[in-house]
């Protein structure tokens, strides 16, 4: 449940949404922590009170002190030492009477500093006296509320062990620990200190501080880090996918992609190579549409030849008509084969080729290679001679597929031998300059008639002899798409000897 409703949350809001589960859980841990930072900080100080208590009461029985007032009071100045850190000691009797208080008038609490000099009544002024006057009232009141304490200790299961208690105000935190005490006879009075424990308070509004602004600082970090997030990689990838959206849709919608494009970074790199491919895929369907166009196109005419061919050879009887009338259904049927068999290759070398990995090659074996192949077919077959010319050099390597180069010569051979007449020469030059391998085929036919020579590389090429029916129009179709994928160039034109020429230049390889 919970993974299909991430899935459907954008980016963005995955990003937000698992940020605040975070926040939430380190919110969490810290309430948690918080909660135990102050009866950590307690237990210290109780453990500080529970010595003091029992240094108090060892000493009340070793010394044997009477639990009445004077013994009581002459018991706290002689030990005062024992006090310095607590801001009230106050003692009880069995019955809870108050018999000993380091906070009353006869006991002044300066007495217990670290001086030693006791402040007498004289010394006072009036204005001190009225304060001492306000703090025995409200003492009376912290009296009456601790001697309630100290009789509910009493009747308590607790009796006999130290309870800690606390009293919290606006600007007072103060720890209380009461224990009973006892000798030999048994329970003889209560004690109990108080601390006055701001530093606890402090310690826990510090922590809440630091931790609030801690809480804010990341607040701030993440919603700087999503605004950026959103705006320098998020709305991009959501362009690129409208932009995918729109070409798949064949919209006409204007697209954002040329603002990622001018990017430096991978967005950048990724929208040049998405914009690339798409376009590279629409030139391709174009292309292949164009392609099936011309296709139907030529073989719609043999079609139509041989359909009216076929109809007038039924409807005769000259033989010699009917012999020219087959030769003409043979030519377009053999026309119409072809035609279909080149498509087809051309399809399934599509899809070689995209498959296929550029290696390093030394053309000079693959030439020699389809040289010989071919002279033993055609030296025989129509006394063709094929014959190779190299300069001498070894520096023929370059970077390509090698049965796709052997294909582009054995196009180039088949395109020649079929346009020469028997007993003639084609001959194949290979050289070399600095930056190229060039590869030239020359035939001794009757060259190239069209003016502009740059229409024989186009599909369906007219201009054939009279056996064209031998030939599909895309054998340098072919040829000249490969030599582009090989990085070449291909040009053609007529030998001043006569016959056809056509050259490819392939870039060397230095590795």
Do not use: W
Request: proline share 2%.
């Amino acid at each position: 449940m919970f993974s299909n409703f991430l899935k459907n949350l954008s980016i963005l809001r995955k990003f937000l949404f698992i940020n605040f589960l975070i926040f939430v859980i380190i919110g969490l841990i810290t309430i948690l922590y918080l909660n135990s930072v102050q009866p950590n900080l307690i237990k210290a100080k109780q453990s500080k009170h529970i010595e003091i208590l029992n240094n108090t009461i060892g000493h009340f029985n070793r010394l044997n002190i009477g639990f009445n007032h004077d013994e009581i009071r002459n018991f706290l100045f002689s030990t005062r030492f024992l006090f310095q850190n607590l801001d009230r000691v106050t003692i009880f009797d069995t019955e809870f009477n108050l018999i000993g208080d380091t906070d009353t008038l006869d006991l002044d609490p300066r007495s217990f500093g670290q001086t030693s000099e006791v402040i007498q009544m004289d010394s006072l002024n009036d204005n001190e006296v009225n304060d001492k006057n306000n703090k025995s009232k409200k003492n009376n009141s912290e009296v009456f509320t601790l001697n309630k304490r100290v009789e509910n200790y009493a009747l308590s299961k607790e009796i006999g062990k130290p309870l800690t208690f606390i009293e919290e105000n606006y600007n007072q935190f103060v720890l209380i620990t009461l224990k009973n005490v006892s000798n030999e006879t048994g329970n003889v009075g209560y004690i109990a200190i108080s601390e006055n424990s701001l530093d606890i308070k402090a310690a826990i509004e510090e922590r809440k501080n630091f931790i609030l602004r801690t809480a804010i600082l990341v607040a701030i970090v993440i919603l700087i880090f999503s605004i950026v997030l959103n705006r320098y990689f998020l709305k991009p990838i959501k362009n690129l996918v409208d932009y995918t959206e729109i070409i798949k849709s064949k919209s006409k919608k204007e697209t954002k992609i040329d603002q990622i494009k001018n990017r430096n970074d991978e967005l950048g790199v990724l929208s040049k190579s998405l914009d690339e491919m798409t376009k590279e895929l629409n030139n391709r369907i174009k292309a292949t549409e164009n392609f099936s166009t011309d296709l139907v196109h030529e073989i719609r005419n043999p079609l139509a030849s041989l359909k009216s061919a076929s109809e007038i050879i039924s409807d005769t009887t000259d033989k010699e008509k009917q012999e020219k009338l087959l030769k003409i259904m043979i030519h377009d049927v053999s026309r119409i084969d072809r035609l279909i068999t080149d498509y087809s290759q051309i399809l399934k070398d599509e899809l070689a080729i995209s498959l296929e990995q550029m290696e390093d090659l030394d053309l000079k074996p693959i030439v020699e290679s389809v040289v010989d192949d071919f002279n033993n077919i055609y030296v025989e077959k129509k006394n063709i001679n094929i014959k190779l010319i190299t300069s001498g050099s070894n520096n023929y390597f370059v970077k390509g597929i090698s049965n796709r180069i052997e294909q582009i010569i054995a196009n180039l051979l088949d395109n020649a031998v079929s346009f020469s007449k028997n007993e003639s020469i084609v001959t194949v030059n290979l050289d070399e300059d600095q930056k190229f391998v060039v590869l030239k085929v020359s035939d001794q036919g009757e060259g190239f008639k069209e003016s502009d020579i740059k229409k024989v590389f186009d599909r369906f090429y007219s201009n054939r002899p009279e056996n064209f029916g031998e030939h599909s129009g895309l054998g340098l179709n072919i040829v000249k798409n490969l030599v582009q994928i090989h990085k070449g160039e291909i040009h053609a034109s007529n030998s001043p000897k006569g016959g056809a020429m056509i050259e490819i230049k392939f870039p060397k390889n230095y590795n």
